[in-house]
């Protein structure tokens, strides 16, 4: 397996230091990798217009101009799949994450064992990131990458995958829930929902990153506030 790196940092001993760790850790799992090191968000960003090959980014929040929040936000306009970890000294800076979706916040000084697997978990998102839903409509077929589901819906005998876009096709709900894996969950008899698209939960309603809602049926908020915490 071969994993393209980004580190932004612009103190150039934390970089090293984070650059000998990934080293390390790819010797380990006989990973091979690409290492790309820039000072800047700014440098980063110039070069990111030419080359988005990157698998995951280490981004230091406390940078002298762009800090890395707002760099992760620029990023994710276009990328959704690339799996970010934030670098910082400061745990106030942790809730600033949440809408960039970011797998986790290394603290100062990165401590070995949790860097690793930190890794291993990014690991395993980008491969759950490949699996993907062939559907075959009425002139086509269509591959969507499983994590751009944010949920599917039925209505009568016909099933509609929202995605970027939506995908409405002759299937019951059960055939869609097969081909699907742990990220998602069964909401009663007419929903299914992708775990990580979930902001928030009520008694009555799932409401979703895209600003959808949907209905709860009753007995559900228990299981679902569990297969969320167990997704975290």
């Known amino acids: 397996m071969k994993i393209n790196f980004a580190i932004c940092d612009d103190n150039r001993i934390d970089s090293q230091y984070v650059n000998e760790l990934i080293k390390k850790w790819a010797r380990n799992k006989k990973y091979q990798i ?75 000084p990165i401590k070995e064992e949790k860097m690793f697997d930190v890794l291993d978990r990014a690991v395993t998102k980008l491969i759950q990131n490949e699996k993907h839903l062939l559907l075959k409509l009425s002139d086509e077929m269509i591959k969507i990458p499983l ?46 929902v992708n775990l990580k698209y979930i902001t928030r939960i009520t008694k009555t309603e799932v409401f979703l990153s895209n600003g959808f809602s949907l209905p709860l049926p009753r007995g559900i908020y228990d299981a679902l506030n569990r297969a969320i915490i167990n997704e975290i």
């Open 147 to 192: 994590h751009e589901i944010i949920y599917i819906d039925v209505n009568r005998n016909y099933v509609t995958i929202h995605a970027n876009k939506d995908y409405t096709l002759k299937k019951t709900l059960g055939e869609i829930e097969k081909e699907l894996d742990e990220r998602f969950f069964r909401i009663g008899r007419s929903a299914i």
């Open 34 to 108: 690409l290492i790309d090191i820039f000072q800047s968000a700014e440098a980063f960003l110039f070069h990111y217009t030419q080359n988005k090959e990157y698998d995951i980014l280490l981004l230091d929040i406390e940078m002298k101009k762009m800090d890395g929040v707002t760099l992760a936000r620029m990023i994710r306009k276009s990328n959704k799949s690339v799996q970010i970890l934030f670098i910082t000294g400061y745990s106030q800076y942790i809730a600033e994450g949440y809408d960039v979706e970011a797998l986790h916040y290394l603290m100062k």
